[in-house]
C-alpha cells in the first residue's frame, strides 16, 4: 500500500465550510483512486488516501459532496487541495469557486498548461469537459444594438455561483443603498418636485457624508481654475486634448478673447497652450422627459488656456455645435451668472459623458466582454486564465446590477437623467464607435490627446507610471509560458479568447485598430495589459471619485430643467437655481453617486492576489516583485499628495480594487 497525504484548505467567504460528506479521488498518469471521504466539517483538513500502488504522476482530483439523508444540503467553497505523494512531491490543486450540488467535479493540478502542452488523455478530456461546461454556463447575449455583448443571464441566481458577490459583499451593497434611500424618505426629499431656493440647501442632502474633496468642491465649483483643473484629475480625464486647430464650427476670434492685442490663438496654440473639450456626441439629441418636463442637454465646445502660473482656465464656450445668432460664445468677461451658466451646462454634459461613456462602455462593459470571453473559452489550467481571472471578480453580477438600476427602461438615467429615454442607446452607440485601441492603452492615448506635457496631469503621471509596472508583470508572466511568436499563433484557446472579444466586446470593427489575431509576444503582452490595465486602473481612475465630484450636485448636475441662454445679459441667480434638477432628482443622483463610490469591506487592492492560482516558482516570484513595485508607487503618491491641495488618489494601487467590482 502507498499512501498519498490529501490536506484541503476552505476559501475566505463567510459559511464556507460544509457538514456535508465529501469525496475525493485522485487520478494519475497510471489510474486512479477509489472516492475517500475527507473528514467534515470541512474546515482545514488532512487525510491520507491509500492505495495499492502508485498511480503516477498526478494529473486531476475529483470532489463530490453529497447531503446526508437527515441533514440539509450546506454549499461548499474549497479553496485548494494539496496531495503530497509516497515519492515527497507536493501538488497543488487550485478551486476557489462553490461547490452546491452532489455532481462529481474535477480540478486540474496547478500548474500552467497550455493545450499543445496537456499530453496525456485524460488531460485533454478533462480540458474539453471544462470548455463545453462553460460555454453553456457563460452564453453571450445582446442587450442593445451598437454597444459590447453581455453575459446572458435571467436573474442573479442564473449567474454560476463562481462569479456571484459574497455574502458580506451582497449584505454590505444592499444595506448601503437601503440606507442611503431610507436617509432621503427621512428628510422628505426623495420625491420632491421643488426648486431649490438657496444653493447652499444642497449640501444638507448627505451633509454627514462628506469627503474632504466634496467640501472642496462646494467651496471652489465657480471658479475658472478648478474648473479645468477637474479635466485633469476628475472622473474623466480623457476627454481633454491639445487644440493645434480650431474647429471649423467654433468661430473664437482673437478680439473675444484678447481684446488689448498681446497674444493671440495662432501664437497660443503654436505655443501649445490651448486645449479642446468637444461634446460632439451629444449634438442634435432628444434629452429626455421626466416629472412631465422636458430636459436639456447640450454637445458643447470649450477651449482653455494654460497659464503662465500652469493652471487650465477655461476662455471660451459654445454650448450647442453649430455656430447661430441664438448660439453665443461665452466668455469669462461675461456677467457672473452668463459665464457660471455656461460652465454649469458644460459640467452637466461632462456628467453624462463620463457616466456613459468613460465609465460604463470603456470600463464596466468592456471588462465584461474580456470576462466572459476568459471564462467561456480559457480552462482554469490555461496561464491566461490564472493571470487575469483576480481581474473578473464580481464584475459579471455588478454589470447585471448596474443594467437593472441604471440603464433598463426603469433605471436611474431614465428616471432622472437628461441623457435617458432616448438620447441614451444613441450616445452609448456613438461612444461605441469612438473606441480605438489607441484610446484604451494610456501611452497612446496620452500621446495622441497631445497632453505628454501638461502640468499637474496626475492621472497621467500615476497612470502611466501603473501602465510600466503592469506591462512588465505581464510581460514576465506571458513571456514564460510563450517562447516564441509561433506557440502564440497555434494556441487556439488563446486566439478563441481573443477573437470572441473582438467580436462580441468590438462588435467586430476594425475601425478600433484591434488586431482580428494575436500574432506575436508582443502582442499579446500590449493586449494583456491594456485589459489588466482597464478592470483595475483605469475603473479605478473614473469611478472612485464620483461622489468626490458630483456630491456637491451643482459641479456635476445630472440634467438642467431650462434651456440655456440664447442671449447673453439674461442670466441670474434664479435663473440658475431653476435650471438646476429639482430637489428630489439631485437627492437621487447624489445617493447613486454615493452608493457607485463606497469602497467594499471585502476590497482587494490591485496586485493582492487572495487565490493562488499559480504553483511555479518563477510567476509566484513575479507577483511578489509586482507587489512590491506597485507599493514603491503606492508611496511615491501619498509623498507627492501631502504637498497638493487636492489629493490625487485614483491611481494609487493601495486604494485600487483588483477588478471591476463596484
Known amino acids: 500500500m502507498v499512501n498519498y497525504k490529501v490536506t484541503v484548505f476552505n476559501g475566505s467567504p463567510i459559511n464556507a465550510q460544509t457538514t456535508n460528506d465529501v469525496f475525493i479521488k485522485l487520478v494519475g498518469t497510471d489510474g486512479e483512486s477509489e472516492l475517500n471521504k475527507l473528514n467534515t466539517p470541512i474546515s ?16 486531476q482530483i475529483k470532489l463530490v459532496k453529497k447531503k446526508p439523508i437527515v441533514f ?7 479553496a485548494k487541495v494539496e496531495v503530497e505523494s509516497p515519492d515527497g512531491e507536493t501538488y497543488n490543486f487550485p478551486i476557489y469557486r462553490w461547490i452546491t450540488d452532489s455532481v462529481e467535479q474535477s480540478f486540474r493540478e496547478g500548474t500552467a498548461l497550455r493545450a499543445f502542452e496537456d499530453s496525456h488523455s485524460i488531460g485533454r478530456d478533462s480540458r474539453e469537459q471544462e470548455l463545453n461546461q462553460r460555454e453553456k454556463d457563460y452564453c453571450w447575449d445582446v ?66 457624508k462628506d469627503t474632504k474633496i466634496s467640501k472642496y468642491v462646494e467651496e471652489h465649483w465657480k471658479e475658472d481654475a478648478f474648473f479645468g483643473y477637474q479635466y485633469l484629475n476628475g472622473v474623466n480625464p480623457i476627454l481633454i486634448r491639445r487644440c493645434t486647430a480650431l474647429p471649423e464650427n467654433f468661430p473664437v476670434t482673437d478680439e473675444m478673447l484678447f481684446p488689448d492685442c498681446q497674444s493671440s490663438l495662432a501664437a497660443e496654440m503654436k505655443n501649445g497652450n490651448i486645449f479642446l473639450l468637444d461634446y460632439k456626441r451629444f449634438d442634435e439629441l432628444k434629452a429626455n422627459i421626466f416629472h412631465g418636463k422636458q430636459q436639456y442637454l447640450m454637445a458643447p465646445l470649450v477651449l482653455l488656456q494654460k497659464t503662465p502660473d500652469d493652471k487650465l482656465m477655461p476662455i ?5 455645435q ?33 457616466e456613459l461613456n468613460v465609465h460604463l462602455l470603456r470600463t464596466h462593459l468592456l471588462a465584461e466582454a474580456f470576462a466572459v470571453s476568459l471564462l467561456r473559452n480559457v480552462p482554469m489550467v490555461h496561464p491566461l486564465y490564472k493571470l487575469l481571472v483576480p481581474h473578473t471578480r464580481y464584475t459579471l453580477q455588478i454589470n447585471f446590477l448596474a443594467r437593472n438600476l441604471l440603464i433598463s427602461p426603469s433605471g436611474f438615467f431614465n428616471k432622472y437623467a437628461a441623457s435617458g429615454g432616448e438620447a441614451l442607446s444613441t450616445i452609448l452607440q456613438r461612444s461605441m464607435s469612438s473606441i480605438t485601441y489607441k484610446s484604451l492603452c494610456m501611452p497612446e492615448d496620452i500621446a495622441e490627446r497631445g ?16 501602465w510600466d509596472i503592469i506591462q512588465r508583470f505581464v510581460e514576465g508572466v506571458l513571456g514564460f509560458y510563450y517562447k516564441s511568436d509561433e506557440q502564440v499563433q497555434h494556441d487556439l484557446e488563446l486566439q478563441k479568447w481573443f477573437s470572441d472579444i473582438f467580436e462580441h466586446g468590438f462588435l467586430s470593427q476594425e475601425t478600433t485598430g484591434i488586431p482580428q489575431r494575436l500574432s506575436s509576444v508582443a502582442e499579446l503582452v500590449k ?12 475603473h479605478s481612475a473614473v469611478n472612485d471619485g464620483q461622489f468626490d465630484y458630483g456630491g456637491w450636485m451643482p459641479n456635476t448636475p445630472f440634467s438642467l430643467q431650462l434651456p440655456p441662454p440664447t442671449t447673453k445679459g439674461t442670466t441670474s441667480e434664479a435663473t440658475m437655481l431653476n435650471t438646476l434638477p429639482d430637489i428630489g432628482t439631485s437627492a437621487q443622483g447624489m445617493a447613486a453617486l454615493w ?5 467594499p469591506f471585502d476590497f482587494v487592492p490591485l496586485g493582492q492576489f487572495p487565490e493562488e492560482h499559480f504553483s511555479e516558482e518563477f510567476p509566484c516570484q513575479l507577483i511578489k516583485d509586482f507587489q512590491r513595485e506597485l507599493e514603491m508607487l503606492s508611496a511615491e503618491i501619498i509623498s507627492r499628495n501631502i504637498g497638493l491641495d487636492i489629493p490625487y488618489t485614483y491611481m494609487d494601487p493601495a486604494l485600487m480594487e483588483n477588478s471591476v467590482a463596484i
Not at 421643488?194 to 440647501?201: G, K
Not at 471660451?316 to 450647442?320: G, N, P
Open 44 to 59: 482545514f483538513t488532512s487525510t491520507q488516501v491509500a492505495w495499492p500502488v502508485s498511480i503516477g504522476k498526478l494529473i
Open 72 to 78: 440539509a444540503a450546506v454549499d461548499w467553497f474549497p
Open 143 to 208: 442587450y442593445a444594438e451598437g454597444i459590447p455583448h453581455i453575459m446572458k443571464a435571467k436573474d442573479l441566481d442564473s449567474l454560476p455561483p463562481e462569479v456571484r458577490f459574497s455574502c458580506t459583499k451582497s449584505k454590505q451593497f444592499n444595506f448601503t443603498a437601503t440606507a442611503a434611500m431610507k436617509e432621503l424618505n427621512l428628510k422628505g426629499i426623495a420625491d420632491s418636485k421643488d426648486n431649490w431656493t438657496d444653493i447652499n440647501d444642497v449640501n444638507r442632502v448627505f451633509s454627514n
Open 316 to 320: 471660451a464656450i459654445q454650448l450647442k
Open 322 to 354: 453649430t455656430p447661430a445668432e441664438d448660439n453665443p460664445i461665452f466668455l469669462p468677461t461675461d456677467s457672473e451668472y452668463d459665464w457660471l451658466m455656461a460652465k454649469i451646462f458644460v459640467r452637466s454634459a461632462d456628467s453624462s459623458e463620463h
Open 451 to 466: 497632453m505628454e506635457d501638461v502640468p499637474n496631469y496626475y492621472y497621467r503621471d500615476d497612470g502611466l507610471k501603473l
Open 527 to 538: 493586449f494583456v495589459t491594456m485589459v489588466l490595465f482597464t478592470c483595475s486602473a483605469q
Open 595 to 599: 452608493l457607485l463610490s463606497k469602497p
